[in-house]
T-cell receptor, first 113, second 111 residues
Framework: DAGVIQSPRHEVTEMGQEVTLRCKPI?????LFWYRQTMMRGLELLIY????????DSGMPEDRFSAKMPNASFSTLKIQPSEPRDSAVYFC???????????FGDGTRLSIL | SQKIEQNSEALNIQEGKTATLTCNYT??????LQWYRQDPGRGPVFLLL?????KEKRKERLKVTFDTTLKQSLFHITASQPADSATYLC??????????FGSGTRLLVRP
């Protein structure tokens, strides 16, 4: 079975540019999560969706960050404009419901110069 | 706020020994705790879930305990192997039904 698929795996861009990260969850999973992982702060939840609807975006750091889930098989996390402090690994995860284990993609390593 | 804490120092053990990792939490006991494994450059992979009414759970060489009095979960790997070397994360659900992860403990198993 295909797991959670994220793209790109690596992204290097200059500050001020728009960055779009993509995620395809596991088919049939109703929940989708976006996390950010850094050495300083560990793994932090940014936002999560249930049945394509954003439920909690309290972890989104600033208005520069936005996330969408136009359908059950695709989600994007956008940063505009990007800043060097946004450099981190961004993970997408999905689960059958909110009390079930989460399945993570292999992340996007983002570097903002 | 609910916090979850893991030993940030790496655990370095000899192959064949039992590795024991600790996860401590604050405030009320969560309904369950989850343990994940993360390898470098990869996403976390779910290992075990233990509910508050379960004292212990096993899966092959893995064992997890949940002590609501001590507010602690212990994660054991018996007969450890170099392939067990990774970072292990514990996680709990907070009052907003969001999963909060600990910072992880890195395990190194020497051959």
């Amino acid at each position: 079975d295909a797991g959670v698929i994220q793209s790109p795996r690596h992204e290097v861009t200059e500050m001020g540019q728009e960055v779009t990260l993509r995620c395809k969850p596991i088919s049939g999973h109703d929940y989708l999560f976006w996390y950010r992982q850094t050495m300083m702060r560990g793994l932090e939840l940014l936002i999560y969706f249930n049945n394509n609807v954003p439920i909690d975006d309290s972890g989104m750091p600033e208005d520069r960050f936005s996330a969408k889930m136009p359908n059950a098989s695709f989600s994007t996390l956008k940063i505009q404009p990007s800043e060097p402090r946004d450099s981190a690994v961004y993970f997408c995860a999905s689960s059958l419901d909110n009390n079930q284990p989460q399945h993570f993609g292999d992340g996007t390593r983002l570097s903002i110069l | 706020s609910q916090k979850i804490e893991q030993n940030s120092e790496a655990l370095n053990i000899q192959e064949g020994k039992t590795a024991t990792l600790t996860c401590n939490y604050t405030n009320y006991s969560p309904a369950y705790l989850q343990w994940y494994r993360q390898d470098p450059g990869r996403g976390p992979v779910f290992l075990l879930l233990i509910r508050e009414n379960e004292k212990e759970k096993r899966k092959e060489r893995l064992k997890v305990t949940f002590d609501t009095t001590l507010k602690q979960s212990l994660f054991h790997i018996t007969a450890s192997q170099p392939a067990d070397s990774a970072t292990y994360l514990c996680a709990r659900m907070d009052s907003s039904y969001k999963l909060i992860f600990g910072s992880g403990t890195r395990l190194l198993v020497r051959p």
